[in-house]
């Protein structure tokens, strides 16, 4: 595998409250076989010690922004145009790189081809996910490849746009030819990949990339998340070219529901329709208040 040169990568880590994690995050960073010339800590004032955590790399370049101010969007727009990396590579605060060849698996794709502008890598469980969230990762994050492009819309629908700057790595040159990111709260990643594939560019997956990350959410949480989805789905449904999320969430409830019926998992397969319908009602209700406020702002 081809390693892109150490000056051409920046790294980009928001943080809230990340005391517990950052530092252990920042030597797997600084250890990786790909060296980045840069890393960014974009930190919303944080009030535990995130700020002596990160002190105690002094290569690290540590930015505090007020937390009202906080963006998913603008706040990753601002700290990808502070670096100078040909690429940037944007990590959560809570996702572990599972290896020392994490960075030079990410960037791989894009030296392979040069019309990808969007890399994500995969994400698999951590030792304390419940078992129906372990079945969701694999299936959200398989063993398996692939390139989009706006060819494979018609095949993929809303997968064509599948992006997650839980572990991302963007192409500079495309992301300011495509304007960059809005100011948006959620699924800012998935805005750009339609972007980028609406552009002509190519939105990869690459699996051996891979980083610790899951939650286990309450009901109420799995309620809130989706309903903002749901809110941004249809307030950018022409972004993204009215491409459908049904198929894609059908074989998901399907995969995952078999799998702990074969493995006689009751009381997971009735934890995971709750967390089901939690994504459901959050998903309506959350398009149901977006339609009202566009339909209300064009009378």
Known sequence: MTAAPTSNL???IPTLNAAAEIDALLHLIEEQTLKPREILVVDSSSDDDTAVEVAKHPEVEFLVID?????????????????????????TQDA??????????????????EGVALVSGRQLPKADARRFEQLV??????????????????????????????CSCYRREAYLECGGFDSVNTNEDMLMAARFVAAGY???????????????????????????VGRFLEEHADDLMRASEIGEGGRLVKNVSLQLLK????????????????RLLGNRKGRSEARRDMKGLSQ
């Open 67 to 91: 937390r009202k101010d906080f963006n998913h969007g603008s706040t990753r727009d601002m700290a990808l145009l502070r670096t100078s990396g040909d690429f940037v590579c944007f990590l």
């Open 96 to 113: 572990v790189p599972a290896s020392g060849f994490y960075l030079d698996r990410l960037v791989a794709p894009m030296l392979v081809d």
């Open 10 to 12: 920046s790294v980009v």
């Open 263 to 278: 493995e006689g998992r009751v009381g997971e397969l009735f934890a995971f329709g709750v967390d089901c319908a939690a």
């Open 137 to 166: 990762r694999s299936f959200n994050y398989p063993d398996t490849p692939s390139v989009r492009g706006r060819e494979d819309l018609a095949e993929c629908s809303i997968k064509t746009f599948f992006a997650s700057d839980v």
């Open 202 to 228: 190519k939105v990869a997956y690459e699996p051996s990339a891979e980083v610790y990350h899951s939650h286990n959410l309450t009901p109420s949480q799995q309620y809130a998340r989706n309903r903002a």
